[in-house]
């Protein structure tokens, strides 16, 4: 595969772009960044007390180490500290950074194939059904040993999709360019080997 090569990965909460993000990653022995944790760990912050700029300035790898950062209090934070401009343009380098790498990158996120790698060879826009979202993201907290319900978890994914498809800053949304994969109806191996065809189409 030629380098550098960025496949671009966008989509709603609990939509699968994580898990297709790192299988596509292993296949094609890319590196993967989640950004969305970097949102998580600048949220996380943000609910002890600091400034979400300032945290956002000063993040540093152990950050994205803290296991609270899957919790849907810090989730509702990440999309709250997403709407501020400062805080986007604060991350902003060190993405663009990560997905040049010699090599190659699959980075997941919301804004990744409009904004932060608007050039990428390859973008994804991997979406589902809300309630379909919600049930998933029920399961995995469940698994996790969150008491919570799903009007709770459809309430929270409804709350984040409203708050990241409505800011003015880098709004989710497809790029033009990119190929859409409905998740509702597909088993993960289905949706993992529909992204897999289509970043095969750009590097064959
Ligand atoms: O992907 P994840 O659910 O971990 O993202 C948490 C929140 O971070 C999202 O709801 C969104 O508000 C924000 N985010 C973003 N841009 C990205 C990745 C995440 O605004 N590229």
Partial sequence: MMSPFTVAIDGPAAA???TISKEVAVHFDLAHLDTGLLYRAVGARMLRGEDPTAAAQTLVASDLENPELRTADVAQAASKVAVIPEVRAALLNFQRAFARRSGGAVLDGRDIGTVICPRAEVKLF???SAEVRAQRRLSELQERGFDTDLETVLADVKARDDRDMTRADAPLR?????VTIDTSELSIGEAVAQAIA???VRCD
């Fill in 126 to 128: 991997v979406t589902a």
């Fill in 198 to 200: 289509a970043v095969k």
């Fill in 174 to 178: 497809p790029a033009g360019d990119a």
């Fill in 16 to 18: 699968g772009k994580g």
